[in-house]
């Protein structure tokens, strides 16, 4: 949630995978008050569009940190990324308005 452990990755050599999919806001909120709560909009979006993932993870130490905003590059940049012989971040530049499921609604019980 703070990032702290990108630096921790590269000071150590784990070959970690690091994948955010950025949806430029709290995504799952958002769901929420898309499906339960009349589209009532609130603090979901917390407008990350000026955080530049890519230069975090490079000033962290990331060799390989990439961005991907068009789906017809995904393939090629996974497998370069899985392949990636030390840590590795790769940003997905996501819809929105994309759900994510299953999930559990309110008042539901497991």
């Known amino acids: 949630m703070n990032l702290g452990e990108l630096e921790t990755a590269t000071t150590y050599?784990?070959?970690?995978?690091?994948?955010?999919m950025n949806n430029n806001g709290d995504g799952m909120v958002r769901q929420w008050q898309r499906l339960y709560f009349a589209e009532r909009f609130?603090?979901?979006?917390?407008?990350?569009?000026k955080k530049d993932f890519i230069k975090a993870a490079e000033a962290d130490?990331?060799?390989?940190a990439v961005r991907v905003s068009d789906a017809s590059e995904l393939p090629r940049v996974l497998r370069e990324?899985?392949?990636f012989k030390g840590p590795a971040f790769l940003e997905v530049v996501i819809d929105p308005n994309a759900c994510v499921y299953p999930m559990i609604g309110p008042?539901?019980?497991l």
């Open 13 to 20: 050599g784990v070959p970690v995978k690091v994948l955010v």
């Open 42 to 49: 609130c603090g979901s979006d917390k407008s990350l569009h």
């Open 61 to 64: 130490g990331f060799e390989y």
């Open 81 to 83: 990324f899985v392949e």
């Open 107 to 109: 008042r539901c019980r």
